[in-house]
């Protein structure tokens, strides 16, 4: 069984960067037909696409926040890390991390981390 499992922290001031790790088991980040991503849903929004990483370690962005965001991987420890630079109130928001795999399906999920930004 496959599971995601978001850490990271709760509140950042605005200006700072947002990090945020997500831990897997039961499937390897490396797995070839596999995608990992960041997904963020603020507050009476609905969910917006950060970025993914695949298998090979390359990275794709939201455009409109690409210059902003970094995802990197820890093959290691079988993680993936979101971190999210210069944040406002308006990256107040859920964030979860989410597989992509062999449907082109989001098929796997994270319960989420709630990360506030406010001073």
């Known amino acids: 069984q496959v599971q995601l499992q978001e850490s990271g922290p709760g509140l950042v001031k605005p200006s700072q960067t947002l990090s945020l790790t997500c831990s897997v088991s039961?499937?390897?980040?490396?797995?070839?037909?596999?995608?990992w991503a960041w997904i963020r849903q603020p507050p009476g929004k609905g969910l917006e696409w950060m970025g993914t990483i695949d298998a090979r370690g390359s990275a794709y962005y939201n455009p409109s926040l690409v210059s902003r965001t970094s995802i990197t991987r820890d093959t290691s420890k079988n993680q993936f890390t979101l971190q999210l630079r210069s944040v406002t109130p308006e990256d107040t928001a859920v964030y979860y991390c989410?597989?992509?795999?062999?449907?082109?399906?989001?098929?796997?999920w994270g319960r989420g981390n709630q990360a506030t930004a406010s001073s």
């Open positions: 989410a597989r992509e795999g062999i449907t082109a399906a989001y098929d796997c």
């Open positions: 039961g499937a390897s980040i490396t797995t070839n037909t596999d995608y």
